[in-house]
Structures are given as structure tokens and as C-alpha cells.
T-cell receptor, first 117, second 113 residues
Framework: DGGITQSPKYLFRKEGQNVTLSCEQNLNHDAMYWYRQDPGQGLRLIYYSQIVNDFQKGDIAEGYSVSREKKESFPLTVTSAQKNPTAFYLC????????????????FGPGTRLTVT | GENVEQHPSTLSVQEGDSAVIKCTYSDSASNYFPWYKQELGKRPQLIIDIRSNVGEKKDQRIAVTLNKTAKHFSLHITETQPEDSAVYFCAAYSGGGADGLTFGKGTHLIIQP
């Protein structure tokens, strides 16, 4: 079954703890993205990676870190420095970051709902 | 960076009527405009997209129009059905700076039976 997966679906953590969210894809996509979604808000870009061993900050990268050691995997760590970590986190992937006609379609994973108390 | 405004935030229509959701964007370099549908607790799914070299695109009951001069684009759903009820997001891609999409805040579409 091809696609993009995220685990776990729900995650609970105490304040002050770092937590890592998993994102895996078997679509052979080069580009991967992390977005955050808050109630009543659109999705906001945290980090993105166009290729293995390379990643860039998005609009709200503070308090987050990522790695891209393998093409299939793009884990996101929510650190204790993130002031409001409770949110729905969505990972996405696309064939590449951009082509001649602009961006490629992004496919989303099912999301991880993180609650920090 | 890019800024996307979406209206209305909530839209209620009678089943069978049409629904229109509008978005404006700020970066004239933006060249790709997807629309996503998100049901409660689920992942966003692409329903239609348009690139800056065309003005309109249709797929059965769904259409998107783009006005580059005015920097706005709209989603049109005709003959609405109960399964159209969801939150719809527009997005824009400019390619400058961050390579991800910039999303609007979403429209909650409610189809009244």
C-alpha cells in the first residue's frame, strides 16, 4: 500500500519534554514538508526538505528541529523551546519542490495530534 | 512572503445549490493554486488545482477560476451534495523563500438538506 504515513495518531507529553513525530513515505518523492494546523487556522509551514541531507526553515520553525537522513523519512522534533506545541501536525511530500510549471502536488499524511500539558 | 486571504470562513447552502469560495493572494510571482478538502480529523486532500498559465479549470461539479491581474482565485461547487460538507482550504505557491504552500484559513462548507 503506497502512501505517506505518520505515527502515532495521538501523542501526549508533559511540558518540558522533547517529542519526535514520525513521517515516512514510499512514493519515492524527493520533497517533504511539515505543517502545523491550529483550530480555525490554515496550515503553516514549519520545515521542508527538497533532498536528502538538506532542509530549510519554513514560516514557524522556532522550537522545532528536523533531519533528513533517508529519502523516505522526515522526522520532526518538537522541543521544549516551542511555546505552544499543542496542535495537529501534518507531514506532506511531493515529487520535487518545483518544476518548470511551478510546484508539484503535495500529498498529506493522516496527521499526529499532539497534546502537551 | 506570500499572504493568502480566504472568504467566507463559514458558508451554508441548500443541497443542490452552488457554493463559491474566494481567495486573494499577495505575491504576483505565485504560479500554482491548489484547493484542498479536509473532513473532520482527516488529512487534507487535493480536489483541484490551477496554474498561472490558465484562467479556468473544471472537473465535473468543481471548477476553479484565476484572475492574475486582480490576484484572486475562486472555487465553484455546483449541485452541492451532503458529502461536500467539509473545510476547504485554498493555497498559493510562489517559489520564493520557503518552498511550501501558503494556505488560507479555511472555509467551513455546510450543506443543508
Amino acid at each position: 500500500d503506497g502512501g505517506i504515513t505518520q505515527s502515532p495518531k495521538y501523542l501526549f507529553r508533559k511540558e518540558g519534554q522533547n517529542v519526535t513525530l514520525s513521517c515516512e513515505q514510499n512514493l519515492n518523492h524527493d520533497a517533504m514538508y511539515w505543517y502545523r494546523q491550529d483550530p480555525g487556522q490554515g496550515l503553516r509551514l514549519i520545515y521542508y526538505s527538497q533532498i536528502v541531507n538538506d532542509f530549510q526553515k519554513g514560516d514557524i520553525a522556532e522550537g522545532y528541529s528536523v533531519s533528513r537522513e533517508k529519502k523516505e523519512s522526515f522526522p520532526l522534533t518538537v522541543t521544549s523551546a516551542q511555546k505552544n506545541p499543542t496542535a495537529f501536525y501534518l507531514c506532506a511530500s511531493s515529487i520535487g519542490a518545483r518544476g518548470l510549471a511551478g510546484a508539484y502536488e503535495q500529498y498529506f499524511g493522516p496527521g499526529t495530534r499532539l497534546t502537551v500539558t | 512572503g506570500e499572504n493568502v486571504e480566504q472568504h467566507p470562513s463559514t458558508l451554508s447552502v441548500q443541497e443542490g445549490d452552488s457554493a463559491v469560495i474566494k481567495c486573494t493572494y499577495s505575491d504576483s510571482a505565485s504560479n500554482y493554486f491548489p484547493w484542498y478538502k479536509q473532513e473532520l480529523g482527516k488529512r487534507p486532500q487535493l480536489i483541484i488545482d490551477i496554474r498561472s498559465n490558465v484562467g479556468e479549470k473544471k472537473d465535473q461539479r468543481i471548477a476553479v477560476t484565476l484572475n492574475k491581474t486582480a490576484k484572486h482565485f475562486s472555487l465553484h461547487i455546483t449541485e452541492t451534495q451532503p458529502e461536500d460538507s467539509a473545510v476547504y482550504f485554498c493555497a498559493a505557491y510562489s517559489g520564493g523563500g520557503a518552498d511550501g504552500l501558503t494556505f488560507g484559513k479555511g472555509t467551513h462548507l455546510i450543506i443543508q438538506p
